[in-house]
């Protein structure tokens, strides 16, 4: 009992600072007069006095949080708190139902980029807004932010932070206490924001859609202010801007900090992951680009080469961002391009999907193990550089993938027998998965989520959650080892 008033405590926690986001959305609708100050007026007061009701009624609650508490909290941060984000859309656009509203949050929140609007031209600046709030918000997690500010309050985070985080934190010159380890986080992905708001606006945006963009950029959230996604601008100086921080978006957050504390480009020569995100990343742009001027999709290489490039990185590194209806091209391309999101960005960086430290892990332990069938009495370490694996990580990486690859065929299956294409349906569930926005056919760039049905929008939703959380803390709840004392 004493752990479901310290869950409340910790959601009411959240809760208030999900009003506080929705209060500058507020000021932005006030000063430029949008007419959704209202939604976000009565939002933020129903957002506030819900946090502030479930804080006050639990503060004399346990200040220590179980490892299966944590579990629960994580999960109910991401499906329960996330609720009233709604809130704002559904006060402003009454026709909007509220799986719709709900579906475009979690897209926020988990960074997918997925949508479900249309029309986002002429949406309220502050609505727009709002979008981009939640994929910036998302990107580090709520529940990062929420171990940042919960010791000052006395309740303990190691806990919540090794059940949300999406990998392992480099700890080397970084502080053991989790706060201060997220502070430090927190502060290398506002500064490489501001890089970007200020890229951005050099590039040829203006202050709002430098903004937004880079708030989708760095947290690889894919939104727009545009129908037509980048598209609409039709720079490369743009286009190159984004490709790059996406490419920095896709690294360890932890690497980027070590990077910048030490002014030195030596972090990155040692993470093997962000070489290995770069040499996967140029190859495959160079081929998808070959297989595009081999098929005459463009006049000429370089074309093929501009828009290959950065529509396989927005997607590779779980973004979304488009400029071309890639579903339009050689299917060898866009399929590729599918794969890549789920193995391309590194643990501890705000992109979905396998994570490139689990794919060398299980690389590498294939490789072993037919090693040990040529040398069968050898012996033999998985490594990492110079890091050996503990064979009991190797055993948790596999647990995952099965997980991984057994969840997205029953998602799959599920939106077969709603009635849905199964290329539609495939991509779908990747696209959601692995948070990377914009799937194939019916849900393809030049489309939206908005053509699903209900039901068929509440199982893309799940899959963004079951992604974002890294499947484990919501998978562990049909346990019902979890249940037992």
Not at 7 to 14: A, E, N, T
Not at 232 to 238: E, K, L
Not at 321 to 332: H, L, R
Not at 398 to 422: K, N, P
Request: charged share 10%.
């Amino acid at each position: 009992m004493s752990s479901i008033f310290t869950i409340v405590h910790i959601l009411g926690v959240v809760i208030m600072g999900l009003a506080g986001l929705m209060a500058t959305c507020l000021a932005t609708s006030f000063f430029s007069d949008d007419g959704a100050t209202t939604a976000f007026y009565h939002g933020t007061q129903i957002t506030l006095l819900i946090g502030l009701v479930m804080f006050f009624l639990t503060r004399n609650a346990s200040k220590i949080i179980s490892k299966r508490a944590s579990f629960l909290l994580v999960t109910l941060c991401w499906g329960g708190a996330s609720t009233v984000c709604t809130l704002p859309f559904m006060l402003q656009l009454p026709d909007l139902k509220f799986v719709d509203a709900y579906f475009e949050v979690i897209s926020g929140l988990s960074t997918t980029g997925a949508t479900i609007f249309s029309g986002l031209d002429n949406l309220p600046m502050s609505i727009n807004l709002w979008r981009h709030e939640l994929t910036w918000f998302g990107g580090m997690g709520i529940i990062v932010f929420a171990v940042a500010v919960l010791p000052i309050l006395g309740v303990g985070g190691m806990q919540l932070f090794k059940s949300e985080s999406p990998g392992a934190v480099k700890e080397s010159d970084m502080s053991p206490r989790v706060a201060q380890v997220a502070k430090s986080l927190w502060l290398a992905y506002a500064i490489i924001t501001l890089a970007c708001i200020f890229s951005l606006k050099l590039a040829g945006m203006n202050w709002f859609d430098a903004i937004c963009h880079a708030f989708a950029a760095i947290s690889l959230g894919g939104f727009s202010t545009h129908d037509s996604n980048v598209g609409f601008f039709n720079s490369v100086q743009i286009e190159i801007v984004l490709s790059v921080f996406q490419v920095i978006a896709a690294m360890n957050f932890a690497t980027h900090f070590l990077a910048m504390k030490r002014r030195s480009f030596s972090p990155y020569r040692k993470d093997v992951e962000a070489r290995n995100v770069l040499l996967v990343i140029g190859t495959s742009c160079m081929l998808a680009a070959s297989v595009l001027w081999h098929n005459e999709t463009y006049p000429d290489f370089l074309t093929c080469l501009r828009h290959a490039t950065f529509n396989l990185i927005t997607i590779a590194t779980t973004s979304g961002f488009m400029t071309q209806d890639f579903n339009q091209w050689p299917i060898f391309v866009p399929m590729l391009m599918l794969f890549l999101s789920c193995i391309t960005v590194s643990t501890g960086s705000t992109g979905g999907g396998i994570r490139m430290t689990r794919t060398i892990i299980l690389m590498k332990q294939a490789h072993l193990e037919m090693f040990k069938f040529i040398h069968p009495y050898a012996l033999k370490n998985v490594k990492i550089g110079k890091n050996v694996i503990d064979e009991s990580l190797v055993t948790s990486v596999t647990g995952f993938i099965f997980l991984y690859f057994m969840c997205i065929v029953v998602l799959v299956f599920t939106l077969l027998f709603s009635g849905l294409d199964f290329m539609t349906s495939f991509s779908a569930i990747i696209a959601c998965f692995n948070n990377a926005g914009p799937g194939l056919n019916l849900v393809g760039p030049a489309s939206n989520y908005g053509v699903l049905t209900d039901f068929q929008t509440a199982v893309c939703t799940f899959a963004m959650l079951l992604g974002r959380v890294q499947i484990f803390s919501i998978v562990i709840l049909f346990v019902p080892e979890f249940w037992r004392k």
